[in-house]
């Protein structure tokens, strides 16, 4: 089992920046692979980013390619979302998923672990 509780969202102007963190506790967090989901109001469920369990691999949705960095601290258990030049669409409920299945995660069909979210709400 493993549980994950993301922290950092809030209200930010366009333009603007903040980070969100995931914090896991439960098993091994080095033998997962990450990801952040985001799901706006009145629509789907939408992939993010994912980063390999060592860190080494990314993977961004074309609309924040360039703007968002995920990142990972396997010491800390922590995976971060840095996000940059928000825009109001970016608008959601921000969630941190874990699997250890790397198409798994990115897909998001089937992925074993999620957190309850955290709200990021981007004023123009």
């Known amino acids: 089992q493993v549980h994950l509780v993301e922290s950092g969202g809030g209200l930010v102007q366009a333009g603007g920046s903040l980070r969100l963190s995931c914090a896991a506790s439960?098993?091994?967090?080095?033998?997962?692979?990450m990801a952040w989901f985001r799901q706006a109001p009145g629509k789907e469920r939408e992939f993010v980013a994912a980063i390999s369990w060592s860190g080494g691999s990314t993977y961004y949705a074309d609309s924040v390619e360039g703007r968002f960095a995920i990142s990972r601290d396997n010491a800390k258990s922590t995976v971060d979302l840095e996000m940059n030049s928000l825009k109001p669409e970016d608008t959601a409920v921000y969630y941190c998923a874990a699997d250890p299945d790397m198409v798994v995660v990115v897909q998001g069909n089937e992925i074993n672990y999620w957190g309850k979210g955290t709200l990021v709400t981007v004023s123009s």
């Open positions: 439960g098993r091994t967090f080095s033998s997962f692979c």
